[in-house]
Structure formats: structure tokens, C-alpha cells
Nanobody, 123 residues
Framework: QVQLAESGGGLVQAGGSLRLSCVVS????????AGWFRQAPGKEREFVAT????????YYGDSVKGRFTISRDNARSTMYLQMNSLKPEDTAVYYC????????????????WGQGTQVTVSS
């Protein structure tokens, strides 16, 4: 059974930084692409970032480009999301996810998901 354990969320002031982590167990994470998504209250789930299984390819949503960085450590079966210059509009529950095959910005293509971690950015 695949399990994803997210951590690193919390409350931060605008302009601050947070680093989210997601540890994957129960499968060979190093063979899978990975991604981060977020969902704010009353809104649809939004693509944040994706990374290839090697880490050599990354792609970001327009709203976070230049501020967020996705990375992974396959030896630790862990993916990360470094979030800098945070804005109140970044407030959401953040989800990590994994998929077999190529990276994707489409949430429906992901095969397994974490439970989510809350990020709140105050103005």
C-alpha cells in the first residue's frame, strides 16, 4: 500500500518562505514522476509543479513560477517544494502526488496522493 506523508506546512507572513516535504513509502518512488497541487477553499485543485523521475525536468504553474522550486531525493523517497516570496493567495491545502510515466500538470493522471498539508499566508 502506497503512503505519502507530508510535512512542513504552517502559518507564515507574506514574503516569507516554507519548505514542504513528502515521504513516499510502499513503492519504488524513484521510478515515478511527482507533483504538487493545491486547493484553496471554494476553488478547484490547482497544479503547482511537477518533476520527472530523475529530477532532470521540472515544470511550474504560472502563478508560482520563479517563486517555488520542486525537487526530489530518490535515495530518501522524498519530494520537496521550496516556497519563497509567499503571498496571501498562496493560502491552500497542498498535496503531493506521484504517477507512473511522464510528468504531468493534470491531476487526474496521478496515481497516488498525500493527505494534504495546510499553508496559510497572512498579509
Amino acid at each position: 500500500q502506497v503512503q505519502l506523508a507530508e510535512s512542513g506546512g504552517g502559518l507564515v507572513q507574506a514574503g516569507g518562505s516554507l519548505r514542504l516535504s513528502c515521504v513516499v513509502s510502499g513503492r519504488t518512488f524513484s521510478s515515478d514522476a511527482a507533483g504538487w497541487f493545491r486547493q484553496a477553499p471554494g476553488k478547484e485543485r490547482e497544479f503547482v509543479a511537477t518533476i520527472s523521475y530523475t529530477g532532470g525536468y521540472t515544470y511550474y504553474g504560472d502563478s508560482v513560477k520563479g517563486r517555488f522550486t520542486i525537487s526530489r531525493d530518490n535515495a530518501r523517497s522524498t519530494m520537496y517544494l521550496q516556497m519563497n516570496s509567499l503571498k496571501p493567495e498562496d493560502t491552500a491545502v497542498y498535496y503531493c502526488a506521484g504517477k507512473i510515466g511522464l510528468s504531468s500538470s493534470i491531476s487526474a493522471e496521478y496515481d497516488y496522493w498525500g493527505q494534504g498539508t495546510q499553508v496559510t499566508v497572512s498579509s
